[in-house]
Structures are given as C-alpha cells and as structure tokens.
C-alpha cells in the first residue's frame, strides 16, 4: 500500500490532489520515502505520516502538511515558503537551512528540531513547542512567537529585537549575545536561562521570572524590570558560566539527551492562543 501510495504521488501533484479528493478519509502512509529534491508545490499532504522520510531539498512551498506526522524527517534545505505546517510533530526533524517563511506552524512540534540557519521570516510560531530547537543564526524576522515554548532552546545570537515574546517559555534557554532590545518580555519564564551579553537595552521584562538567570555582562540600559523576580540572578561582569546555571542533562546510551524540568519550565496545558 505504502508502495503504491508513493507512485501515486511521484505522477504529479495535480494527480495526486485529486486522488486525496476523492478518497479524504484514507490514511497515507509515506514514512521513510525518498523524496530527495522532489518538486511537491501546492500537494495536499494532510495527515500524512512522512516520518523520518528524505525530503533533503524537496520544494514543498504552498503544500498543506497540517497535522502530518514529520518526526525525524530530513528537510535539510527545504522550501517550506508559505507551507501549512498547524499542529504538525516535527520533533527530531532537520530543517538546517530549511525556508519555511511564511509558514503557519501554530502549535506545531518542533521539539529537539535542528533549526540552524533556518529562514523563519513572517512565520507563524503561536503556541509552538519549541523545546531544546537549535534556533542558532535562524531567521526570525516578524516572526511570531506569542505563547511559544523555548524552554532550554539555543537562540544564542539570534535577533529578537522588538519580538513580543510575553508570556513565552524561555526556561533555561540559551540567550547569550542575543539581540533582545526593545523586546516585550513581560511575564516571561526565564528561570535559569543564560543571558550571558544579550542586548537587553529597553527591554520590557516587567513581571518576569528571571530567577537564576545569568545576566552577567548584558547590557540592561533603559530595560523594564519592574515586579520581576530576580532571586538568585547573576548580574555582575562575569566570564565563566557557573556551574549551577548550566542545563542539567542526563543521558542514556543510544537515546536523545532528555532534561529534567523544573514544575515552572513545564508548558500550561489548555491554553488558548
């Protein structure tokens, strides 16, 4: 069946779209396809379980891919421009300099996804579970972000400047030199999370939980700390990262590293967004 399915698909995606038309309730099976480089713009791949299949460079731009299963998929430099990706598991997938710009990846999960160098540009991130995502040099530009979890994240020198990140999940995450000026951070959970040189400068973070936060050597000119918890926090010029603010990992042979979480690094469960 799986077989027959991806023959389906590699007669075209006019073809194909009309064949999920007349059959919408059939479950498509793709896992683990070879689909390096193929051209898939517009496909109706809905629902599908494409888990861990090869879609290294494939041009996906405009496909419906909401709620389809991508765990572990490779979409290393993927075009995923204006792609429904809503609610999609995308946890362990590559996206390394993938484009998913303007894509709407609203409660997706994207949880331990490589997204280095990745353009997010305009994307839509609402409620996102971003947890351990390797963000570093992404894109981020007018992305949304509201709600997101970024717990233990690495977003080190990402820009973030003027990002509405209220309320978000930053616990333990890795901000060190990031741009963060002018960003609205009001309410945010920044328990243990490393700001080692981040561009704080007009920052809101009224209301934030920064306790433990190491914010030696950033630059806080101008910034709202108004109402925020900064028990513990480390605000003196300081080089070396104390051993206590490091994320704590614990590993098992031939598995992904998994954290242990803190009660407030935990997402809220039914929040609406």
């Known amino acids: 069946m799986a077989d027959q399915q991806l023959k389906r698909l590699e007669r075209g995606v006019k073809r194909w779209n009309q064949w999920r038309k007349e059959h919408p309730d059939e479950h ?6 070879d689909l390096l480089g193929v051209d898939l713009r517009g496909a109706n791949l809905s629902r599908v379980n494409l888990s861990e299949a090869l879609l290294f460079g494939a041009n996906l731009s405009k496909a ?55 353009n ?14 390797d963000l570093s040099e992404a894109n981020l530009s007018e992305a949304d972000l509201r709600g997101a979890n970024l717990s233990y994240a690495n977003l080190s020198r990402v820009d973030l400047s003027g990002k509405d990140l209220s309320g978000a999940n930053l616990c333990e995450a890795n901000l060190s030199k990031a741009n963060l000026s002018r960003a609205n951070l009001s ?32 630059i806080l000119l ?13 605000l ?32 809220h469960e039914n929040q609406g967004y």
């Open 236 to 267: 003196r010029p300081q080089r070396s990262q104390p051993q206590q603010c490091r994320p704590q990992w614990s590993r098992s042979e031939g598995s992904r590293p998994q954290r242990s979480q803190p009660q407030q690094c935990r997402p």
């Open 187 to 218: 309410e945010a959970i920044l328990l243990g999370a490393d700001l080692r040189g981040a561009d704080l400068r007009g920052a809101n973070l009224s209301e934030a939980i920064l306790l433990g936060a190491n914010l030696s050597e950033a």
């Open 64 to 118: 419906n891919l909401s709620r389809a299963d991508l765990s572990g998929a490779n979409l290393n430099g993927a075009n995923l421009s204006g792609v429904d990706l809503s609610e999609v598991d995308l946890s362990g997938a590559d996206l390394n300099g993938a484009n998913p710009s303007y894509a709407n990846l609203n409660r997706a999960n994207l949880s331990e996804v490589d997204l280095r160098r990745a």
């Open 222 to 234: 101008g910034a709202d700390l108004r109402g925020a918890n900064l028990n513990g926090a480390n």
């Open 120 to 133: 997010l540009s305009e994307a839509i991130l609402l409620g996102a579970d971003l947890r351990g995502a």
């Open 28 to 33: 498509v099976d793709l896992s683990k396809a």
